[in-house]
């Protein structure tokens, strides 16, 4: 099922299907991952300029660094999940954010996307020269950590946030 699912540069022509991907993702009342989902679209011409700057590291966040948003798409042109990619790490980032946040529509996820879209956003890390990328998930996501195991993740330190959260650290080569 997850062979013909791409990554597509956030862009207006997708507007109508990513804000039912966003629709949904709100209805269900779970946690937005990757965060970048959680900026209102309402003005959606303005949130894809904003990924855009992001994108080309104009107009960022003191402390920030650049970073890629991708959108997961299957053959039925259905955004079923989004990445956003960080080409460097803060301390932040380094402890509870790592190179890549991403996550699955509900309704999409134990259809091997997530294991698909990891591994698409490892190859766009590569060729960032990016070799070794830190992926994290917090300690209950036993889904995420089988995902980041199937690409090649090698548990490191856990990271205790202020909150008490257990966030797992993995390192892929």
């Known amino acids: ?39 209102d679209p309402s003005d959606f011409d303005a949130m894809v300029t904003f990924l855009h700057n992001n994108h080309n590291g104009i107009n960022l966040k003191e402390g920030w660094v650049r970073d890629s948003t991708y959108w997961l ?58 070799k070794d990328v830190l992926v994290v998930c917090d300690d209950v996501n036993e889904a995420s950590r089988r995902t980041i195991q199937k690409n090649g993740g090698i548990r490191d330190r856990d990271f205790v946030e202020a909150d008490g959260n257990v966030v797992n650290r993995f390192w892929i080569k």
């Open 1 to 39: 099922m997850t062979n013909k699912v791409r990554l597509v540069i956030p862009d207006v022509s997708w507007r109508e299907e990513y804000l039912n991907f966003y629709r949904d993702w709100i209805n269900s009342g779970e946690d937005i991952v990757p965060w970048v989902v959680e900026k």
């Open 73 to 130: 798409a299957n053959e039925e042109q259905r955004i079923v999940g989004a990445v956003n990619i960080r080409q460097a790490l803060t301390p932040f980032l380094m402890n509870s954010g790592g190179h890549v946040g991403y996550g699955i529509r509900p309704g999409y996820r134990r259809k091997g996307y997530a294991t698909t879209l990891l591994s698409l956003s490892l190859e766009k890390l590569r060729k960032l020269g990016v």
